[in-house]
């Protein structure tokens, strides 16, 4: 059960640390590494101190305690969510049964390993966002990055825990090496593609927490499904901070095209950039990039490895108890993208092994909203220009479109004429310049970018001039 958490202890937590002795000193001897990490690749702009959410509790009511706090001093806790005793395997082969409290040992390589690269996607993005800090639009915007990134270093204590506390010296061992690779690195690169990418300025970080932290919403749920109740309890605690993380990245986008808009607008012309302003074209390039980078994150088409995981009762569906069949679908065919006889299309494959595809459709439907949204602002403007989702095949790296070059519209090219023309999809060094020139830093309470519309709302019922950031 959990219990109220303890904030004497070196590691605030809710799984009672103090009565598990060797657990309590083994994370004990993780955390100075991880605090190393911490100064050496986190966030480099000197702050004395963030007004920042700590998470104390994991009810329904007052989870969250704001104030300001010097960013070392952070209470990274462990939390799972409140266990439920009667909990039933929802999914697979053991549906019915009682969820696990302990790892069976015929599931235990392939449960470490789903931990681990979820794990390792954690400080991932701290490394990728780490220099942001330097040209933030705002103190609310600089408050915002540092929230997300002390919170990413949380969801890595959350899979260090599980991995400490459930898996052995193994576990204590890929502890220590996500604290190893480095998002970019050449020698030890982090595991998923997307998470060595360079988030450079505030456009694509607005797009990653858009983009990518919502996949990391789609991966977290089909985990909180989980058989494996810890598992399942602390992935569900983490979504709630990932709600945030999204809607920084929502309203983010949101203020960019507004801004866009208003330069448009006010100036009678389509291209807002010799305005000080992200043209919408850039914006569109942009969009791009991230979301089919993103896509490429929920893996192959069709896996075996994804089916084996659901029949095992490793890992579910999206809201899998919503769904209205029997939870098992041996005997269910599912169509999913392909390529056939060379063309783009569909294909039959027992569902079991279309769960990929499943789940990137549950989340391309949920990147729609955010674009229906940014297009209502341009609508409200009276502009006739719309963004879009490119097709799912487009700018692919991984799955069924990896070998073929395809347009936004979903038009097969030649090699000749995707080189030719890939300019005008994704973001050319022209574009990326011109970005980057436009992320002149504002640091003065209640002040913005001119780049970037401000929000309409502050953090915790603040208003936007409050002092979010005492800088050092
Ligand atoms: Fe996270
Ligand atoms: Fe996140």
Known sequence: MTSAPDYTEKIPNNVDLRDDRRLQRALESWQPNFLNWW????????????????????????????????????????????????????????????????????????????????????????????????????????????????????????????????????????????????????????????????????????????????????????????????????????????????????????????????????????????????????????????????LDLFGGETSTNVANYYTAGLKGRWLEERRKDDHRLTDDAYLVDALVEGEIGQTEVAALVGLNTDLRREYISDCQTGVTRWNRILDGAGLPHRLKLPHVAFNRRVGAFASVEVSPDGELLTPGEWAAQKGRWLPTDVDKTHVRSLMQPVRERGKIAAWIAPPRNGINGQPFDYDYVHLA
């Not at 266990?83 to 409290?101: D, L, S």
């Not at 970080?205 to 789609?218: A, E, L, N, P, S």
């Open 39 to 294: 100064e050496s690749m986190g966030p480099t702009l000197p702050t004395q101190d963030v007004y920042l959410r700590t998470a104390v509790n994991v009810g329904r009511e007052g989870w969250a305690h704001f104030g300001h706090v010097p960013m070392k001093d952070y209470r990274w806790g462990i939390f799972l969510a409140e266990r439920n005793a009667e909990r039933q395997i929802a999914f697979g082969q053991h549906k019915g049964e009682p969820a696990w409290q302990k790892v069976p040992g015929e599931y235990r390589a392939d449960l470490q390993r789903l931990i681990v690269i979820q794990g390792d996607t954690e400080p991932a993005s701290v490394e990728q966002q780490r220099n942001l800090g330097a040209t933030a639009p705002s103190l609310y915007d600089l408050r915002n990055l540092f929230q997300v990134n002390v919170e990413e270093g949380r969801h890595l204590w959350a899979m260090v825990y599980l991995l400490h506390a459930y898996f052995g010296r193994e576990g204590r061992e890929e502890a220590e090496d996500l604290l190893n690779r480095n998002s970019g690195s050449e020698e030890s690169p982090r595991i998923l593609g997307a998470f060595n990418e360079e988030t450079p300025d505030w456009l694509s970080f607005f797009m990653f927490t858009y983009f990518t932290d919502r996949d990391g919403k789609y991966q977290l749920g089909t985990l909180k499904e989980s058989a494996f109740d810890p598992l399942s309890r602390t992935c569900e605690f983490m979504l709630k901070e990932e709600a945030h993380h999204m809607m920084v990245g929502t309203t983010g986008i949101d203020r960019v095209v507004e801004r866009t808009a208003q330069l448009m607008v006010e100036n009678e012309t389509d291209d807002a950039g010799p305005l000080g302003g992200v043209p919408l074209t850039v914006i569109q390039k942009y969009l791009n990039f991230h979301y089919s980078v993103s």
